[in-house]
């Protein structure tokens, strides 16, 4: 047998083997994950969370740990299963409703913390101010559900300070549209010559002409214009008289 064909053998044998690994290493997963049923084949009680509660079909109320629902983000309507594990009692999310984010700023009034926003006025848990350590006027981004803008109730996603950049940006509607992106850095474009421009001549302002005289002043009659007299001109001498000797006897 040639090397070459020695060589593609081992090759393919390599080849075989790692394939084979990863069909196991697959088949592993898939039947560990099979072995845990989802929460909504598991038995038990099924209600509707009211911001504090979950509200079952029958109308009985089972209050919820407010840390599980501040970390769960649950907003009124979510459906949540409430479930034996290992002899206790615990409370499955099975169903969300959409959601629906908004900004506001944190208020207390009466000792309940309330955010104020343009939907309007919503509770919040004790649970969530606590554990992003909010303060009264910081800004809150709220989670509401989108189909029951009227609740009393709201869920918070995060609190900032005011005039700090928030961890996630409220989207415009509900859930589902992606937030609007910070458009990237242009390069800086080399700066182009300013042209050079002949300067123009400055314009000659013409003198502000006088300010008309009021039409109640008499105007001045203009003096009459008086022709200069002529020059006296010179009497013509005398003329010489020559007398004969005849005139004189």
Do not use: C
Request: hydrophobic residues 35%.
């Amino acid at each position: 047998m040639s090397q070459d064909k020695l060589a593609l053998l081992r090759q393919s044998i390599a080849a075989a083997e790692s394939s084979l690994k990863t069909a196991k290493q697959l088949l592993s997963e898939v039947e560990s994950g099979g072995m845990k049923p989802s929460a909504k084949d598991l038995p038990g009680e099924v209600g509707v969370f009211d911001g504090l509660n979950m509200v079952s079909e029958k109308g009985e109320t089972y209050p919820v740990p407010a840390n599980y629902a501040s970390k769960s983000l649950l907003v009124v309507g979510d459906t949540l299963k409430l479930v034996d594990e290992n002899g206790e009692k615990r409370f499955k999310q099975i169903e969300h409703v959409k959601r629906h984010k908004t900004t506001g700023i944190l208020h207390k009034k009466d000792g309940k913390f309330k955010v104020i926003t343009p939907e309007g006025s919503y509770n919040v848990l004790d649970a969530s101010i606590e554990h992003f350590k909010g303060e009264v006027g910081d800004e809150v981004i709220l989670q509401l559900p989108a189909g029951n803008l009227t609740t009393a109730w709201g869920a918070v996603e995060s609190i900032h300070k005011p005039g700090t950049q928030p961890d996630s940006q409220p989207e415009s509607k509900t859930t589902g549209d992606k937030p609007a992106q910070a458009p990237k850095e242009a390069a800086l474009a080399p700066a182009k010559p300013t042209p050079k421009t002949t300067p123009k001549p400055a314009v000659k302002m013409a003198p502000p002409k006088p300010a008309p005289k009021p039409k109640f002043q008499p105007k001045p009659k203009a003096a009459a214009k008086t022709a200069p007299k002529p020059a006296a001109k010179p009497a013509p001498a005398p003329a010489s008289v020559v007398l004969s000797d005849d005139d004189l006897r």
